[in-house]
């Protein structure tokens, strides 16, 4: 395999995986649906009681509670995408396109690239339009250009990691129902975590938990980047999240590919 | 009369000019379950090889480890003149495969499948419209070339599904019971296919259940049996194994086998799922059930 064909061949993947989506834009129209629906909910109907137990200055208001949602939603929305990309996944293995790919003198790495790079695509696309609604319901930041780019950085980070694991999902789910229901864990766990309410407030266990869980610390240091805050620790930890959970994602993602022999 | 089992090994050096699939003492189990137990066979350049065998016979674990998809546990297997295990890209850069259940991008048109193969298999631009065109005219499906495949018919699909593995010029395809479940019409539509690709000096290996096809097709048949060949032959020799006159391969399948072949009912192919990745073994005890 010429080294030009894998940048090719993959280019030809991502085509068809944008195509995907111009074709049923309906699906990715639903993927951020979810987010919003979330945001709104927790802004408007639980926001007024959750931003007065927020440890603020004299309690807080609906408006705060909203700076303090809006991270976390956003990683709720890489969340969401990714869903879509175990279904888009377990589409082609269980439809056995997958199977014809690999019978061609196709690298492996060419045809995965699609589904990976065509995700990212679509997160960006979604944040564009979480960032927007935020703003539009009062969402402001104090944070400079700096702090933006390193929240961008890092949202990418994770959309690509995310991206890696939820395609070993679907490769692993044998059905699309599967697929599209195993990565809601990763819709539930920013709920139990610091995103929606601080964890001091939460009883000892469960507080344990959400502190030292990835979702934390990437929605602390989301938080800190976009607030104008320094960051501390908690990006090593962000950073580090990431990195293993892509890491864990690639090398699941290449063995449930096949075991066909390494070219 | 070339009827024997592993006993008697037949099979020429792998090497051989002239041989586009050569298949030595090839084993596969998944756990405990032998799959195939050691099968040999030749397919020569431009011949039809079918593969005859009921459901869980191994036919499309066969077909999976020849295009490279499975490995074998053991043996040896060349296809196009190379090891699958040791060059399965330039294998897989010769072969084609169509499977039993159609392998099509439901989500693009007729036409944006076709050309989706053409770019993956590097053919230049013009080269690959005018191959496309070419193939929707041939199969009978330009009219609905620029609908999405979802929403094609079952036999459409079919087509299309077998135009897509010939439109990247395989020199070797794979055709796994590609005729299941069609009406006899797009039967004979395949069969035409089949015999236009063997005259350009094309190879052929498919598996089938129904025996009229590997008589109307293939210059040999192995008879597969719980992963070994039970027989092989030219139709003819097999035929003239059976005792009396007026023989079908069905008679040829119960005297070399002492049970009959038919497994499935012709109106569900969706039963006819053989042992494939990971999947549970079809149960081998179900041939036995239906005589003729």
Request: aromatic share 6%; hydrophobic share 45%.
């Amino acid at each position: 395999m010429m080294p030009t064909y894998v940048v090719r061949d993959s280019m030809t993947m991502l085509r068809r995986n944008l195509r995907h989506l111009s074709r049923y834009p309906s699906l990715a129209v639903m993927l951020i649906a979810i987010p919003v629906v979330f945001l709104l909910l927790f802004v408007y109907v639980f926001g007024g009681t959750l931003g007065a137990g927020l440890p603020v200055h004299g309690g807080g208001t609906r408006a705060d509670y909203l700076t303090y949602l809006v991270p976390g939603i956003w990683i709720m929305t890489v969340s969401s995408v990714a869903n879509g990309t175990a279904v888009a996944v377990a589409i082609d293995q269980t439809g056995g396109m997958f199977a014809r790919f690999r019978t061609m003198d196709i690298s492996r790495v060419s045809v995965l690239a699609g589904h990976v790079l065509g995700a990212v695509i679509r997160t960006v696309l979604a944040l564009a339009v979480m960032i927007v609604v935020a703003v539009l319901l009062g969402f402001r930041s104090d944070a400079g250009l700096p702090g933006w780019l390193g929240a961008a950085g890092l949202v990418l980070l994770l959309a690509f990691s995310f991206t890696w694991l939820t395609v070993a999902m679907g490769l692993a789910a044998g059905s699309i129902e599967t697929a599209s229901n195993t990565p809601l864990v990763l819709m539930v766990l920013p709920i139990v975590s610091s995103g929606f309410v601080p964890t001091e407030q939460m009883p000892v266990g469960l507080r344990q938990f959400a502190e030292h869980q990835p979702f934390t610390p990437i929605i602390e240091t989301l938080r800190s980047l976009t607030s104008g805050a320094p960051v501390a620790s908690e990006g090593w930890f962000a950073v580090g999240w990431c990195v293993v959970i892509g890491a864990v994602g690639y090398l699941w993602s290449r063995r449930q590919l096949g075991r066909v022999p390494t070219r | 009369m070339t009827t024997s089992n592993r006993a008697a090994p037949k099979t020429p050096p792998v090497s051989a000019p002239g041989t586009a699939i050569a298949v030595v003492g090839l084993r596969k189990s998944f756990g405990d379950h032998h799959v195939l137990g050691g099968v040999d066979l030749t397919v020569p350049v431009g011949t039809v090889y079918a593969l005859l065998g009921p459901n869980g016979a191994g036919k499309t674990t066969m077909v999976n480890i020849l295009s490279t998809l499975l490995t074998a546990d053991a043996g040896e297997v060349r296809v196009a003149g190379h090891d699958v295990r040791r060059a399965p890209g330039q294998v897989r850069s010769a072969i084609g495969v169509t499977g039993q259940f159609s392998a099509i991008d439901m989500f693009l048109t007729g036409r944006e499948n076709l050309r989706l193969m053409a770019d993956l298999s590097h053919l230049d631009r013009r080269g690959a419209a005018r191959d496309v065109a070419a193939l929707l005219e041939r199969f009978d499906l330009v009219e609905a070339a620029d609908r999405r495949a979802l929403t094609w018919s079952g036999g459409m699909r079919r087509r299309l599904d077998l135009a897509m593995t010939l439109i990247t010029r395989p020199r070797v395809i794979f055709l796994d019971e590609p005729t299941t479940g069609l009406d006899p019409r797009s039967r004979r539509e395949v069969w035409d296919v089949v015999r236009e690709q063997v005259a350009d000096g094309v190879t052929v290996l498919l598996t089938t259940q129904y025996l009229e096809e590997a008589d109307a097709l293939a210059d040999r048949v192995g008879v597969l049996d719980a992963g070994t060949l039970a027989a092989e032959g030219t139709p003819g020799e097999l035929k003239a194994l059976v005792p009396g006159d007026g023989t079908n391969l069905d008679d040829v399948f119960l005297a070399l086998t002492g049970h009959a072949a038919s497994a499935v009912d012709p109106a569900d192919p969706t039963g006819a799922v053989a042992p494939a990745d990971g999947i549970a073994p079809t149960d081998l005890t179900e041939k036995e059930t239906t005589a003729r």
